[in-house]
């Protein structure tokens, strides 16, 4: 194991490369050794491995920008410090020294003939962490896949850890019943031609599965998950219809399986790239036919999106969430999708509620179109009570007549 006490001082804030990008094996050096060093910060936006539990905390304090995946066990403990900031907003806050960055901890992959190394799994914010960081720690993996886009060179990493061990996965979610219901009319929006950007988990992969027909699909996303393999080996991704990045998938995170990876291996299709592409205005602004699909803990009868805290739990995150649900709305022959189950808690608990019960995520003048099992209610440049009455429609049956009382408070003051 690396003896990190070489190259960290006490105070030192660390950002880890995230998701299945995530440098597991300097993870557990530092779970082991942060100790000794002593008021070590680190920062993770994600993180999938299992590694951060209340049993490592006291290594040193973790911050994130959500309990998003494995973090939800932290918050519950009450150790997890938690940042609101959407993912694009990573690397600038590195850039400026807002979020501090004295160590950057990164997973590559090992360096082709010119001594550049893939960011293999993740390239969002990890070449700003490389590039302000004092020092440079890379766990240079046999497994992890050389996928085009996103660089290092050897020059920029300080200390390079060579190790061989599979990276992290995230199996695909079980799909149900309820997540077909809401695939089937998210389906409905994405037509021959469509540029997908989505997340991971049931409903994008049961939505993923009803697409086989279409012709000509093109992705430009945060992240992209195993479902779209067999898009790609059916023939039905080939972004040929895209204004920008023809032929080539743009991602900015690999969340999936051995399947996945493989695939992405010195695969021409697809691109990494850091969030400066993947979640930039200008960038989706040149994206027609843009369809993003983006979840929700509870929307509110006027529209507004809680991605985050459930009550006294914080059970999700910000995320890429407020760029693309804006770009979808504008883009041209577009949408933005915003998908949650009607029910929560064995259906004792509605997600579509009168006043939210944590965060707003999602402005609801940002916010297009919201699904759920009992459909799809369409709220762009509609009023307020009429946005009450379609989001009522679309609740669970049982949930309705409380609801429609809020609804028409809504309409009877008109806001």
């Known amino acids: 194991m690396i003896d990190l006490t070489q190259y960290l001082r006490p105070g030192d804030h660390i950002v880890f490369g995230q ?64 940042i609101p900031v959407h993912v694009s907003q990573v690397a600038p806050l590195i850039a400026a020294g807002v979020m501090p960055c004295d160590v950057a901890m990164i997973q590559v992959s090992p360096a082709d003939a010119q001594g550049n ?16 960081a004092r020092v440079v720690i890379a766990e240079v993996n046999e497994a992890v896949p050389y996928v085009p886009g996103e660089l290092i060179p050897a020059s920029a990493i300080d200390v390079a850890v060579q190790v061989s061990r599979a990276p992290v996965e ?16 998210c389906a409905e929006f994405i037509g021959d031609g469509s540029v997908i950007q989505t997340g991971v988990g049931a409903v994008p992969d049961a939505i ?53 990876y493989d695939w992405a291996h010195e695969n021409p299709t697809i691109r990494m790239t850091p969030t400066s592409y993947t979640h930039d205005a200008g960038v989706l602004g040149q994206l027609s036919r843009l369809v993003t699909i983006n979840s929700a803990l509870e929307v509110d009868l006027t529209g507004q999106v809680n991605a985050e805290q459930s009550g006294a739990a914080y059970m999700g995150g910000t995320g890429g969430q407020v760029d693309f649900v804006r770009a979808g709305a504008r883009s041209p022959g577009g949408a933005s999708l915003m998908v949650l189950a009607s ?40 009023t307020l009570a009429e946005r009450a009455r379609r989001l009522v429609a679309v609740a669970h049956p049982d949930f309705r007549e409380g609801l429609d009382r809020a609804a028409f408070e809504i309409a009877r003051r008109g806001f």
């Open 343 to 382: 029910t929560a808690k064995g259906g004792t608990l509605s997600k579509i509620v009168p006043t939210l019960s944590g965060p707003v995520t999602s402005a609801r003048s940002e916010v297009d179109v919201v699904v759920t099992e009992f459909g799809a209610a369409r709220l762009k440049g509609q």
């Open 19 to 82: 998701a299945c990008g995530e440098p597991t094996t300097l993870v557990e050096a530092l779970i082991a050794q942060g100790a000794r060093v002593g008021n070590i910060h680190a920062f993770i936006a994600t993180s999938f491995s299992g590694l951060f539990t209340p049993e490592s905390a006291p290594a040193f304090r973790l911050s994130s920008m959500g309990a998003i995946g494995a973090l939800r066990v932290m918050t519950k403990a009450n150790l997890l410090d938690v």
């Open 208 to 260: 993923l599965r009803l697409l086989h027909d279409r012709r000509d699909l093109g992705v430009h996303s945060g992240m992209l998950g195993d479902g779209l393999v067999e898009l790609a080996e059916a023939g039905v991704l080939t972004n040929a219809r895209k204004e920008i990045d023809r032929g080539v998938s743009i991602n900015g995170a690999l969340i999936g399986t051995r399947r996945l």
């Open 170 to 185: 995230v199996a695909p979610a079980k799909i149900g019943p309820t997540d077909e219901a809401i695939a089937r009319l």
């Open 117 to 132: 190394h893939s960011c293999g799994l993740i390239s969002d914010y990890v070449r700003a962490a490389v590039d302000k």
